[in-house]
């Protein structure tokens, strides 16, 4: 009986810094991602996880200095992206797109999506809100 | 909350910096006379903490369900007895031992869902299972508010060994389905809006 408190005090204290976060984090943008930092990015959509709960997706971007760099970007679960319009044939692999959203609190090349659009498709808004 | 300053220029990543603010577009869907309300809430100084504080959001969404645990955990409890399961144990003393602490889960959970609520007060209130929820959060009230008021009357000739009243039994029925409800459009708030 000990033995099995002690077990779950471990993991209690584990799960905040292994892979149980980003579920904990489900549905909030707020502890991943900054909300005062709002940014906008251009580039070729590489790989596409269309699947709940989250919808992701990684886009090379290009930086000044010509290098390039792969953007992982985070969206809703995939009833919510289908209802803004973003299913997963506005997402094709070599795809052109530009984005806004709200930049990883890390500083990294991560990002939560706000807006979405594909080289001469329309601009489809996935979230307004950053909360 | 102010982020912690580097002192480094961030490093070029191939994004520029946005100045927009996306206007929130449930207002369309609401009830004009709410917005107003609406509006105040999600700007409040709770509201803005709940988005901008990063564990702020975490912590609430936990507490909501500890919280939860305490709250249809005691009820789900109480709901079997009334259904007939362990009548060894009294009704009146089963209450008195569980009924403190589905009180306490109501009311961190008020406290943490209006705080959840609060960051995205808009957005919420027009999301159909949000409403649904809160709809049936009312309708359990008044479940429980009938029990106690008519069905619990004459209580001493059902409350220990005895078979419970009818409409005993069709109040726990009704409470378990109702609770499961609720819980399930908590959870699809994130998925049909």
New interface residues.
């Given amino acids: 009986m000990r033995t099995i408190i002690w077990l779950c005090a471990a993991i209690a204290l584990l799960a905040p810094v292994s892979q149980v976060t980003p579920l904990?984090?489900?549905?909030?943008y707020?502890?991943?991602y900054?909300?005062?930092?709002?940014?906008?990015?251009?580039?070729v959509i590489t790989s596409v996880s269309y699947f709940?709960?989250h919808v992701f997706f990684t886009v090379e971007?290009?930086?000044?200095?010509g290098q390039?760099?792969s953007?992982t970007v985070e969206t809703?679960?995939i009833?919510?992206s289908g209802?803004a319009g973003l299913t997963k044939a506005k997402m094709p692999i070599g795809g052109r797109v530009t984005l806004?959203g709200w930049?990883s609190?890390s500083?990294?090349?991560e990002?939560g999506l706000?807006?979405y659009q594909l080289r001469k498709g329309r601009r489809m808004?996935i979230r307004?809100?950053?909360? | 909350m102010a982020?912690p300053s580097t002192g480094t220029p961030?490093?070029?990543?191939?994004?520029?910096?946005?100045?927009?603010?996306?206007?929130?577009?449930?207002a369309s869907e609401l009830p004009g006379f709410l917005v107003p309300y609406l509006t105040e809430i999600n700007a409040s100084a709770a509201a803005e903490i709940?988005?901008?504080?990063?564990?702020?959001?975490?912590l609430l969404?936990?507490a909501h369900v500890i919280g939860l645990g305490l709250l249809f955990g005691g009820i789900f409890m109480l709901d079997l007895r009334l259904l007939g399961m362990n009548k060894g144990i009294s009704v009146s003393s089963l209450s008195r031992h569980v009924l403190p602490w589905v009180w306490m889960g109501f009311a961190i959970n008020l406290v943490s869902g209006a705080m959840l609520f609060a960051?995205?007060a808009l957005?919420l209130a027009a999301n159909i299972s949000f409403q649904l929820k809160m709809m049936l959060l009312v309708v359990a009230g008044l479940n429980a508010t009938v029990f106690q008021l008519v069905s619990a009357r004459g209580i001493e000739r059902w409350d220990e060994r005895r078979s419970t009243s009818s409409g005993a039994k069709l109040a726990a029925v009704f409470s378990i389905a109702v609770w499961l409800a609720i819980i399930t459009l908590g959870r699809l708030?994130?998925?049909?809006?």
């Avoid at chain 1, 971007?61 to 200095?65: D, E, Q």
């Avoid at chain 2, 709940?50 to 975490?58: A, G, N």
């Fill in positions: 904990m984090a489900h549905h909030s707020v502890p991943k900054n909300p005062a930092k709002k940014i906008r990015l251009k580039g709940n709960p971007a290009r930086t000044r200095s390039t760099v953007w809703e679960s009833s919510l209802k806004t930049q609190r500083g990294g090349a990002m706000a807006t808004t307004r809100t950053p909360r | 982020e961030a490093p070029d990543l191939g994004a520029s910096d946005v100045a927009e603010v996306l206007a929130d577009g449930a709940v988005r901008t504080v990063f564990w702020v959001y975490p969404e936990t960051s995205d957005s708030i994130a998925y049909w809006a």
